[in-house]
């Protein structure tokens, strides 16, 4: 297979974040669509985690490192935990519309740091397993694009409701090309695989960072939400993209 043709197959993954954010900016009823998206990615993700990040971890360390995969998901857990400290600050309680747009810059910001580490890590992962079988880093493509439209769509609704917009235009910028850097980082190195360290490492430490994102900034969104409906249709929907997905694989 030719590293040039899996190469460029992780720049089309980034298209489909492009296309979901592209669709957000012409989405009315922004407040009720994010509340939407917020539910929709709470759900995707935890699905991801659980069903993709989870199980690939543990096989790629398998259970005689078992206590590697648990080192490296706590340590991604407290890198992001730091990264929080950093990124300007949130509320737990809003009220105001400038503590909102805030609140959503915040979870945004933090959405993008690690959607783009993750995508880093899934553009290698793709660029690797569509160099040694075609079929099978297309399937594994397509379904990685269908959940990154809806993804797409969560970070151009939450810049467009953003109190910072500009702060989150060359973030957005590099989640774009992200999948397609995590390609280039082995086509420029030359390599053909990767260890099973190394990948269950790199997938261990986004695990930790998603639970993070998941947990202590999506599932406070979620609770107080005030369009109930939307919630459950976004829970709803992120379950059966999922699954979808699981078609590809």
């Not at 793709?126 to 769509?153: A, Q």
């Not at 939450?158 to 702060?167: A, D, G, L, W």
């Amino acid at each position: 297979m030719s590293p040039n043709l899996s190469l460029f197959i992780t720049f089309l993954l980034g298209l489909f974040l492009v296309v979901g954010i592209i669709f957000s900016f012409f989405l009315n009823k922004k407040r009720r669509v994010l509340d939407y998206i917020f539910a929709l990615a709470f759900s995707l993700l935890i699905m991801l985690m659980i069903f993709d990040l989870l199980k690939e971890s543990l096989e790629t360390f398998g259970f005689g490192k078992l206590y590697l995969f648990i080192i490296f998901a706590l340590l991604g857990f407290l890198i992001f935990k730091i990264l929080d400290q950093f990124i300007p600050d949130h509320h737990d309680h809003v009220k105001s519309s400038k503590e909102i747009k805030e609140n959503i810059h915040h979870i945004g910001l933090l959405s993008i740091i690690v959607l783009i580490i993750h995508n880093i890590i899934e553009g290698m992962a793709i660029y690797f397993v569509t160099l040694s079988d075609l079929s099978l880093g297309l399937m594994m493509s397509i379904g990685v694009g269908i959940h990154n439209l809806p993804l797409g769509v969560m970070i151009g609704s939450v810049y467009s409701e953003s109190s910072e917009k500009k702060s989150l235009t060359i973030p957005m910028i590099l989640l774009s090309i992200s999948t397609f850097l995590g390609g280039l980082i082995p086509f420029l190195l030359k390599l053909t695989s990767a260890s099973n360290i190394f990948m269950g490492v790199l997938l261990s430490l986004v695990l930790g960072m998603l639970f993070y994102l998941v947990f202590f900034e999506l599932l406070p969104k979620v609770k107080d939400t005030k369009n109930r409906d939307m919630t459950i249709y976004g829970l709803v929907s992120g379950v059966l993209i999922f699954l979808l997905t699981l078609f590809f694989d």
